[in-house]
Nanobody, 119 residues
């Protein structure tokens, strides 16, 4: 199991920026994909971004392409989500997740961090 702890959420005005962090521990991450998801109460959790720990390849949801950037730092086993030009519709609880590269589903989750974007 990988333990994941998110931080960096908060309240920001539309057009502003936030950087979320996800500290990972418990496993060597070289075989993992790391992802960010978000959820609004009453709605399904949605994919935001993904990064392969080893290759650094990334994927993004269309709604955040060009505004959000996912990255990772091996030195401290941390994944980041840099969020720029935030919009009110980005308001959600953001979750960090991990899965072994050969698995289809993410099976390690953090507890989430709240991001609120005011208009």
């Amino acid at each position: 199991q990988v333990q994941l702890v998110e931080s960096g959420g908060g309240l920001v005005q539309a057009g502003g920026s936030l950087r979320l962090s996800c500290a990972a521990s418990g496993r060597t991450l070289s075989r993992y994909h790391m992802g960010w998801f978000r959820q609004i109460p009453g709605k399904e959790r949605e994919f935001v971004a993904r990064i392969s720990w080893t290759s650094g390849s990334t994927d993004y949801a269309n709604s955040v392409k060009g505004r959000f950037t996912i990255s990772r730092t091996s030195a401290n086993n941390t994944v980041y989500l840099q969020m720029n030009n935030l919009r009110p519709e980005d308001t959600a609880t953001y979750y960090c997740a991990a899965r072994l590269f050969f698995k289809a589903e993410y099976d390690n989750w953090g507890k989430g961090t709240q991001v609120t974007v005011s208009s």
